[in-house]
């Protein structure tokens, strides 16, 4: 999640962190529009802003069953 925002804040596109995160061989492999890595790409961003924005927290207050 965080190499994703950190190429989103810097300018890099979807398609961009995409070919760095999970290759180029496989985003060539299916139209861009409809890829699945492309709808996975953006939920990494939309998810790694919202943990950088204090979500984070939300993994410290997991209780442990004793």
Do not use: C
Not at 8 to 30: K, L, P, V
Not at 35 to 44: E, F, H, P, V
Request: no cysteine; aromatic share 6%; net charge positive.
């Amino acid at each position: 999640m965080l190499q994703a925002v950190d190429g989103s804040t810097n300018g890099a596109s979807y398609r961009e962190i995409a070919n760095i995160i999970f290759g180029a061989s496989r985003i060539a492999a299916d139209p861009w529009k409809t890829s699945a890595l492309r709808d996975s790409t953006i939920d990494l961003v939309k998810d790694g802003l919202a943990m950088i924005a204090g979500g984070y927290r939300k993994l410290l207050r997991h209780r442990r069953k004793s």
